[in-house]
């Protein structure tokens, strides 16, 4: 995002760090979010396989997972 902004030669602001830190934190739950529902489906039973294709049904996973 950073690069970005610097491509377009607009001045790097206080708002522009806030977005960058806000996004990264977004990525960071949702990650673990996912390796939480893989754990859980491990501890169930599932085997490899199917825990790479059972999409997840709640939390940020559900929202950002495709469809």
């Not at 830190?21 to 739950?29: F, R």
């Not at 996912?34 to 939390?59: H, I, K, Y």
Request: proline share 6%; net charge positive.
């Amino acid at each position: 995002m950073v690069a970005g902004v610097h491509l377009t030669g607009d001045p790097i602001t206080v708002a522009t760090l806030l977005g960058v830190v806000g996004l990264a934190g977004v990525s960071v739950n949702d990650s673990i979010v996912l390796v939480d529902f893989a754990n859980q489906n491990r501890r169930a039973g599932m085997s490899l396989l199917a825990r790479c294709a059972t999409p997840p049904t709640s939390g940020c996973a559900r929202c950002c997972s495709p469809r």
